[in-house]
């Protein structure tokens, strides 16, 4: 399984930026038990961060409190692709972005719920 994050950059508070992370080579496990994608971050001399997770079923999706209102996670699973939407963003939010891919349909909130890493895409948030 292979994911490829992307969409990263430079932006100003305030601004808004839209994540992608593309899925390819599920195995059988995935499409029988169904997966989760989830996305974090790394800031420098951080610990990596969960922000949110959506279930390519369903669709329920889930939020760390610091982002709830401002990011938005969708998919769209006819191009095996999830999309983090991330409005009105602060010098805070800079960091390394990832997603990550887990077998189950259930969201997990710690980096080791996840089963699949895609290489990380870096948001610089500066004026």
């Known amino acids: 399984v292979q994911l490829q994050a992307s969409g990263g950059g430079l932006v100003q508070p305030g601004g808004s930026l839209r994540l992608s992370c593309i899925i390819s080579g599920f195995t059988l496990d995935f499409y029988a038990t169904g997966y989760a994608i989830g996305w974090f971050r790394q800031a420098p001399r951080k610990e990596r961060e969960w922000l949110s997770c959506i279930s390519n079923s369903e669709g329920t999706t889930d939020y760390v409190d610091s982002v709830k209102g401002r990011f938005t996670v969708s998919r769209d699973n006819a191009k095996n692709t999830v999309y983090l939407q991330m409005n009105n963003l602060m010098p805070e939010d800079a960091a390394v972005y990832y997603c990550?891919?887990?077998?189950?349909?259930?969201?997990?909130?710690?980096?080791?719920?996840?089963?699949?890493w895609g290489q990380g895409t870096l948001v610089t948030v500066s004026s």
């Open positions: 990550a891919v887990r077998a189950g349909s259930a969201c997990r909130k710690v980096v080791a719920g996840y089963n699949y």
